[in-house]
């Protein structure tokens, strides 16, 4: 039985995969430099440039992560208004999702979100999930999450809990198991990809 | 130390700390988000070499008040959108691992909190006494509460 010792690399192991990542970097310091008004944080030196863009990544996650109704105590979610006819019962999918075009680069959310999870390009090894038939090998795995990584677009809600699951086997032995239902996958963000789903279906 | 030495270095422990205290990533984020944002603008006085022990401060007073919202309480450990396992050979170790884990995101909040600085974050009873404004005696007994509580959960466990 594992001991209490052992609890910090137990728990390094377990959460891997759960890291402070750019994105919610340029989400605090947007919502830091809203809440102090725009010109308290001398010590945060922005290019103008970035700074436009961290806010519109910034807003853009707020609106995803409100939509998918995981229950929002954070500042910023409070103040982004959002329908309750748009946001999914639950956890459940919404019957007819919504596309979320108010991301400025989804490419990037996505790739970042792909990255938080560990699951880097020329990393995986196998993908494997319910109904579908294994897919193995480096590069065939890399055509694939290409096909994701460009093909994909955000949506409202998030998948149920009882959804079926991908396993991404990395390079390091690690298995990455996320959320599929039909043509979505629930990474941070719930995507919608049919690419990427017809072609590991029919590969 | 600036904000992004501070971040780099210790962003992801708050993140993973209050996501073991409250058992759902969304929410951990809101509290990273909270406690950074608290540090830009407030620009606290750090004491050198205890910028981490203020951050986690800050981490397990913001999860405390979350906590007290009684919906919370129903999310557990292993919600998450994701799960991570290792290779097949070790999944019997990490079925016994989970089990730790969920016990000890299962402990009352006074508990986990010190079993979480203690044997997760590495600090002492006298830095968890500081940190929590209570007695060393407090930390001390809270975790020896803890381990046997712990103990009883996983059904006798002796290497507790």
Not at chain 2, 126 to 146: H, P
Request: proline share 4%.
């Amino acid at each position: 039985m594992s001991s209490l010792e052992q609890l910090k690399d137990i728990s390094e192991q377990a959460l891997y995969g759960l890291r402070a990542n750019d994105q919610l970097k340029e989400r605090i310091l947007s919502a830091a430099e809203k809440e102090s008004g725009g010109g308290k944080l001398i010590s945060v030196q922005f290019s103008r440039a970035p700074r436009a863009m961290a806010s519109l990544c910034a807003l853009a996650a707020v609106m995803v992560l409100a939509f998918l109704g995981l229950g929002s105590l954070g500042g910023d979610r409070r103040e982004t208004e959002v329908k309750p006819s748009t946001v999914a019962a639950g956890s459940r999918m919404a019957e007819s999702p919504v596309s979320f075009s108010a991301a400025p680069n989804e490419a990037d959310t996505l790739a970042s979100e792909l990255q938080s999870l560990g699951i880097a390009p020329g990393e995986v090894e196998r993908i494997s999930g319910s109904g579908i038939d294994e897919v193995r090998g480096a590069q065939a795995c890399k055509d694939l999450l290409s096909l994701l990584s460009s093909g994909a677009e955000a949506i409202v809600g998030s998948l149920p809990q009882d959804a079926e699951t991908l396993d991404f086997l990395l390079s390091d032995g690690r298995v990455v198991t996320v959320p599929f239902e039909e043509n979505r996958i629930q990474l941070v963000t719930c995507w919608s990809c049919p690419a990427f789903f017809d072609a590991l279906r029919n590969h | 130390m600036g904000f992004d030495e501070l971040y780099e270095r210790y962003a992801t422990d708050v993140l993973r700390v209050a996501y073991y205290y409250l058992g759902d990533r969304s929410q951990a984020e809101d509290v990273t988000q909270d406690v950074f944002v608290r540090l830009l603008v407030n620009q606290p006085a750090l004491e050198a070499g205890k910028e981490k022990a203020w951050l986690l401060k800050v981490t397990l007073n913001r999860c405390r008040d979350l906590w007290r919202g009684a919906w919370l309480k129903k999310v557990v450990l292993g919600h998450p959108a994701f799960e991570l396992f290792p290779a097949p050979d070790e999944i019997g170790k990490v079925a016994e691992n989970q089990a730790l884990m969920e016990a000890v995101h299962g402990l009352p909040a006074e508990f986990r909190e010190v079993v979480l600085l203690h044997y997760y974050q590495g600090f002492n009873v006298a830095e968890i006494a500081d940190m929590l404004d209570i007695a060393e005696g407090t930390v001390s007994s809270r975790l020896s509460r803890a381990r046997a509580r712990l103990k009883k959960e996983l059904k006798g466990d002796d290497s507790l």
